[in-house]
């Protein structure tokens, strides 16, 4: 079933291909400092001393029962049918925000516990690996967290989890011929999820050849597979219902940290392709958390996001934070077909979206669906995991024991596999 994984890249032409070979899946030596951080470094800053507040070394940092998509959709095939047939365009009243929008921009951290969680948990790996971790250069991917930051959820989970609002945008796409409408609805499907998936909970890191197989109500199925260890790929392939649309892609993911910030740089790729042939081609934008260790804690959603339908002719390039007289959560952008421009998209990832004044999504409106996971997957499967089970009911002590199990197992084989290739080259 995964072989697809494993055998065959993301599709694309021959002058794409070359945007997703082993170059992409390389470690770099990028150093990302943020202006905040300069100053405070400027200024002979300690963020040991910032942390006064003590967690509790057994406890977890979030309540399991509150990370099992509370509030989303559950409800039958013909009643995802009828919202999507009877999707209409929201009142376009005013350009709202959600309540917990930071004044400057992003969204704050209004969980006091995930703060001091994260803080105590910061100040700990400071003092075990020395300030070169706040200097902006060393990935975070390769570091291990203690289990008590972090979440029952593995990242394959928390990776597919922006496909929460693909039964109504994406499949309102497969019913509409018109490819610049298809192309604004996945814009829509893409940015509205931000508001879901951008999260201060540190999901689990997956383990090599780790696989996830779920299921939406209507039909969609979802799949996804850790392919390399490092650098971390996630790899994901989701078939709508009917297999009327396929999206399909990769993260590749690695952290920085400043002396009071955290950028997530994303290099992965994705796409999503319509059974007419039409396929749109976009990537991910960057992500940056402040107020690590004082101050409000925020997350932002940074940089640029593009998307592409290259037979079509076309193109939106969003920089986010760039617009006048707003706050770093808003971004405009126009829709281009062969160089004219078509529409204008509008918002912020925080509260709406509007096409040419027409609002495609309003956060008070749209309640995502909930993903299931299916209930006899691979052996392989993430839920199997023994450090996620033991957290998942609350016993920290075993938690972590396993999950140092599975990472020395991780290294081992890792170990194995780059003894094989000098093997295998001393004898060419």
């Not at 989303?72 to 049918?81: C, E, F, G, K, V």
């Amino acid at each position: 079933m995964f072989g697809w994984f494993k055998k065959k890249k993301p599709e694309s032409n021959s002058a794409q291909q070359e945007e997703k070979d082993e170059s992409d899946f390389v470690d770099d030596e990028t150093q990302v400092v943020t202006n905040e951080d300069k100053e405070l470094e400027a200024k002979g800053f300690d963020p040991i001393a910032q942390v006064q507040e003590q967690d509790k070394e057994n406890e977890g940092i979030a309540d399991p029962d509150k990370l099992e998509y509370v509030g989303y959709h559950d409800i039958p095939a013909d009643d995802i049918l009828q919202l999507v047939l009877n999707f209409k365009y929201f009142p376009n009243d005013e350009d709202i925000r959600h309540p917990e929008g930071y004044e400057k921009g992003g969204r704050i951290c209004a969980d006091k516990k995930v703060v001091t969680k994260a803080r105590s948990v910061g100040k700990e790996m400071v003092k075990q690996i020395g300030k070169k971790i706040l200097s902006g250069s060393l990935n975070l991917t390769k570091v291990s967290f203690p289990i008590r930051v972090m979440i029952p959820k593995t990242a394959l989970e928390t990776s597919v989890h922006g496909t929460s609002v693909f039964p109504l945008y994406i499949t309102k796409a497969t019913m509409t011929p018109d490819f610049l409408e298809r192309f604004k609805l996945v814009i829509t499907a893409t940015l509205s999820s931000f508001f879901w998936t951008n999260t201060f909970l540190k999901p689990l890191n997956p383990i090599l050849g780790e696989t996830l197989q779920a299921n939406y109500n209507d039909g969609t199925q979802v799949y996804c597979e850790q392919i390399m260890h490092h650098p971390p790929v996630s790899y994901f392939l989701v078939f709508g219902p009917n297999r009327k649309y396929k999206y399909y892609g990769y993260y590749l993911v690695e952290g920085r940290a400043g002396l009071n910030s955290v950028t997530i740089i994303n290099k992965g790729k994705r796409s999503i392709e319509f059974n007419d042939g039409q396929k749109i081609d976009f990537d991910f934008p960057n992500e940056l958390y402040s107020g690590t260790f004082f101050g409000q804690l925020r997350q932002e959603s940074i940089d640029r996001i593009t998307f592409t339908d290259k037979a079509n002719g076309l193109s939106c390039i969003i920089d986010i934070g760039k617009v006048k007289k707003r706050t770093s959560d808003f971004f405009q952008a126009d829709v281009t077909c062969k160089g004219q421009k078509v529409s204008t998209v509008f918002g912020t990832y925080i509260g709406f979206i509007n096409f040419d004044n027409v609002r495609y999504w309003d956060y008070r409106y749209v309640v995502p669906h909930k993903i299931k996971m299916d209930k006899q997957p691979l052996e392989s499967d993430h839920k199997n995991r023994s450090d996620l089970q033991a957290l998942k009911v609350g016993d920290i002590p075993l938690a972590q024991k396993n999950k140092e199990i599975l990472e020395n197992l991780q290294r081992n084989d890792r170990k194995l596999r780059e003894t094989y290739e000098k093997q295998k080259k001393s004898k060419k």
